[in-house]
């Protein structure tokens, strides 16, 4: 067993040792020994928004940044420079960091196709993880990143962060504490208009010379090089990834198991298809995707053809329940008092009967924070306490799992009957073939 880095260098209570250390006037490690040392695996777009969120924290150095595109490792090995002030190692393969001792825990930023390798390396090599959403391509990987933290007993956090912002906390406590009533009915959405160019369909060209292509790719099939298939915009191709489903739709579904207390729904069905976008993408750009939940139902709408906001919204969460609904996206959230009805035809059949009144207050209440330096410091805190994260790996799998089943309902066309125990579909062999998938040569997932 690979021992535990952070409890080698006794972490707990380290700067009390320290601070007696100096006190007796005997040297001290320095100061960077307090902290922990980290390394970026994946310096793109989220990779660079992590580091603002963790570089500011004076417990936090970034000794490594890994990357296949080596302007994106050296510009971000630059840009820490600045703030920290010491040089930083820059590589293309991330196992290199993962044999370093200088090496706490990774943060995980690539591509989805690429969160389970270096997450479960990462944890077999002692280190612990924070690792980026969705958890993984497909069900298998996070089943075994699960089983890899677990068995190397190692933290894995995920970048779910809404979990850790007061105005998710505060509105899911709502929808659990039984004032909206039964909730029975919610809706999660994405809308917007990118018709028809949308992501446009460039062709296939050689690989910039400063990118390490084929490692970029490694367990996703081998093909020509497409601008279109990589930095970014990788999201929009089921190579790699699982479209706006499990780009965005993973934040809103989270919250929905979370506020559900669910681990999966009974069933779910997807109709949609590429109806407005003339690009290359091979993700749906419209979806309606319906999931059964014991006493409750619930839709995920996407499109992409036009940005008509609901209920003042492009995106969100609406809870619907006896008493009232609760509306909720990032920028905070409104409790909508209810109010109950005769049924038609009721008065003039069999006569007036008094309506219950709701007494339930409407409120309206401003996101005070992103939870994102939260969720930074629980991970934080998890590396010393040793508990289990705000956004453990197995509580983003379910959320996640949420995402592919929907996109497995899209690919096979028809309702599909989920056994949240075993996480395989009802009597539906297709469906179960595309729980996993055969990763490249060389790229095949770890025994664990
Ligand atoms: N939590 C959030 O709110 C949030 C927001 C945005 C993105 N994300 C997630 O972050 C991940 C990255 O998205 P992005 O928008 O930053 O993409 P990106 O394309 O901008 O960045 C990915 C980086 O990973 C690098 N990379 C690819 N394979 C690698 C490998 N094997 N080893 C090292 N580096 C490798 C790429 O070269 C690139 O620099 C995605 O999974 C995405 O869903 C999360």
Same mark, same amino acid.
Request: hydrophobic fraction near 40%; charge should be neutral.
């Given at each position: ?5 952070? +409890? ?29 040392? #980290?390394?970026?695996? @994946? ?11 963790? #570089? ?89 990143? =699960? ?21 998710? $906390? $505060? ?15 919610? $809706?999660?959405? &994405? ?8 992501? %446009? ?70 109709? %949609? ?37 609901? &209920? ?11 008493? @009232? +609904? ?30 219950? +009144? ?13 939870? =994102? ?76």
């Amino acid at each position: 067993m690979i021992s535990d880095p952070l +409890s080698r260098r006794g972490f707990v209570g380290g700067s009390a040792a320290l601070a007696a250390l100096a006190a007796m006037g005997v040297p001290s490690a320095s100061a960077a020994n307090d902290k922990v040392r #980290l390394a970026l695996i @994946g310096a793109g777009s989220r990779g660079n928004q992590l580091l603002g969120s963790f #570089l500011p924290r004076a417990d936090v150095d970034f000794v490594a940044v890994v990357d296949v595109d080596d302007k994106h490792a050296t510009e971000t090995a630059e840009a820490i420079k600045r703030a920290k002030g010491h040089d930083v190692k820059t590589a293309r393969d991330y196992r290199s960091v993962l044999d370093d001792p200088n090496v706490d825990a990774v943060v995980i930023a690539t591509p989805d196709h690429w969160h389970a390798l270096p997450a479960i390396h990462a944890v077999m090599a002692g280190k612990d993880v924070y690792v980026e959403k969705p958890v993984a391509h497909n069900v298998a990987e996070g089943q075994a990143m =699960i089983r890899a933290a677990r068995k190397y007993n190692k933290v894995m956090a995920v970048g779910t962060q809404q979990r850790s912002s007061t105005n998710f $906390q $505060q509105a899911v406590e709502t929808v659990r504490s039984g004032k909206l009533g039964k909730v029975f009915w919610v $809706q999660t959405w &994405n809308f917007e208009n990118i018709s028809p160019v949308g992501i %446009g369909r460039p062709a296939d060209t050689n690989p910039p010379a400063h990118v390490d292509y084929d490692r970029w790719l490694g367990p996703a099939p081998a093909r020509p090089f497409n601008p279109n298939r990589f930095h970014l915009l990788f999201r929009w191709f089921f190579d790699y990834a699982g479209g706006m489903m499990s780009d965005w739709g993973v934040h809103l579904n989270d919250i929905v198991l979370w506020a559900l207390d669910a681990k999966g729904p009974l069933s779910v069905y997807t109709s %949609g298809g590429i109806f407005t976008s003339d690009d290359n993408r091979d993700t749906p750009d419209t979806m309606q995707v319906v999931y059964e939940f014991p006493g409750c139902t619930l839709t995920y709408s996407m499109r992409k053809g036009n940005g008509l906001k609901y &209920n003042g919204h492009d995106y969100g969460i609406l809870f619907c329940g006896t008493e @009232g +609904s609760l509306m909720l996206d990032r920028s905070g959230h409104e409790i909508i008092p209810d109010k109950v009805i005769l049924p038609y035809g009721i008065k003039l059949a069999q006569g007036d009967r008094p309506l219950r +009144s709701i007494d339930l207050k409407a409120e309206q209440v401003k996101a005070k924070d992103d939870g =994102i330096p939260a969720h930074v410091a629980n991970f934080l805190d998890c590396l010393k306490s040793r508990e289990r994260p705000t956004c453990d790996i197995e509580i983003a799998h379910r959320s996640t799992n949420t995402c592919h089943l929907g996109n497995i309902a899209y690919r096979v066309g028809r309702r599909l009957h989920w056994d949240e125990t075993t996480e395989t579909f009802k009597n539906d062999s297709e469906a179960n073939a595309l729980l996993a998938r055969e990763a490249r040569k060389g790229y095949e997932l770890p025994k664990i």
